[in-house]
């Protein structure tokens, strides 16, 4: 689900300068998608939700546990599970976050696996979601960051049934040089009161962003990541009908699966559509690929990411 607000690379030149839009433009964005004030990923996640239960043929009450991956909570706590599971009226039923930012999707993914396989749940709901527009600043000095980032949530039904779902995944992170690409305030470890004047005057609580530094490892992450889920599954990459690709610049995503030899038509980086939208990028891409028959049930799609962290990871799923 993508919120109804829309803002082209030229409705953010006024506030962050004309070099805004060429940024944008050189990552293969467009346009973005904000949400209107008070809403949170939550709320996204809620009328995705309904949805994805809707075309199961599902109720709330068929859910036995949420995993809602996001980087952009509603509150510090407690988790945006809760919230979902709130507006869901889903009982008492386990809801939890997972924080593994651009790549939480697969990690929330890759996770609900484990639980239905192991018989430990029924049913999972994985949600992604994120608000990011709250977080952006709005002037000059944020021109190369501001400009790449969406909102929106996506959601997927995870139970055992006749397919296998995951075929084969691999997750990883380093955190060598995390800082390429991290928010720093506010911060538990800095006190009085998590962030004090002079981090806020110069905006350290806003996303820092050194994306020379962190395409490099993406392209090679991305790449390797995808050869590993595809050994693991045993499937050869011809048999992949479409690869979903999830980083903030479209130009890096679609080289780095390129290189594989996949051939152009077969990639689909996320965020061509409406700019990075994180954990959201992966479910909702496969839900426009789906709607708009990209991909039909029974098909094979390998889906990969990368993100902060560094978080990046791959999986082969039959839809």
């Not at 909102?151 to 006749?162: L, Q, S």
Request: hydrophobic share 45%; with cysteine; aromatic share 6%.
């Amino acid at each position: 689900m993508l919120p109804p607000r829309v803002l082209s690379n030229e409705d953010l030149a006024p506030a962050l300068g004309t070099t805004a839009s060429a940024i944008a433009a050189g990552t293969g964005i467009t346009r973005r998608h904000f949400v209107e004030a008070g809403i949170g990923p939550s709320d996204l996640a809620r009328d995705a939700s309904l949805t994805a239960l809707a075309a199961a043929g599902l109720g709330p009450n068929d859910v036995d546990l949420i995993i809602f991956a996001t980087m952009t909570p509603d509150i510090a706590f407690p988790g945006s599970g809760c919230f979902l599971q709130d507006k869901l009226e889903c009982r008492t039923v386990g809801a939890l976050d997972v924080r593994a930012q651009c790549a939480g999707f697969l990690f929330a993914l890759v996770t609900a696996d484990h639980y239905v396989r192991s018989g430990k749940a029924g049913r999972v709901l994985v949600a992604g979601g994120e608000v990011y527009s709250t977080a952006l600043e709005m002037a000059p000095r944020a021109a190369a960051v501001t400009p790449i980032f969406g909102d929106g949530a996506g959601v997927a039904i995870v139970g055992a049934g006749e397919r296998p779902g995951i075929l084969g995944a691999a997750l990883h992170s380093d955190p060598t040089d995390l800082e390429r690409f991290w928010c720093e305030f506010p911060a538990s470890r800095h006190t009085p009161a998590r962030m004090d004047m002079e981090h806020f005057a110069a905006g350290d609580h806003f996303y820092r962003l050194d994306a020379g530094r962190v395409h490099a490892q993406a392209a090679r992450s991305l790449a390797a990541a995808t050869r590993e889920a595809l050994e693991h599954a045993r499937v050869g990459i011809d048999r992949i009908a479409l690869h979903v690709v999830n980083y903030f610049d479209q130009r890096v995503a679609q080289t780095a699966i390129a290189g594989e030899g996949v051939p152009d038509e077969r990639i689909l980086a996320t965020a061509e559509q409406a700019g990075h939208l994180g954990a959201a990028g992966i479910p909702i891409a496969l839900a426009d690929a789906l709607a708009t028959g990209r991909v039909r049930r029974g098909d094979l799609v390998c889906c990969s990411a990368f993100g902060a962290g560094m978080s990046w990871g791959a999986a082969v799923l039959e839809l």
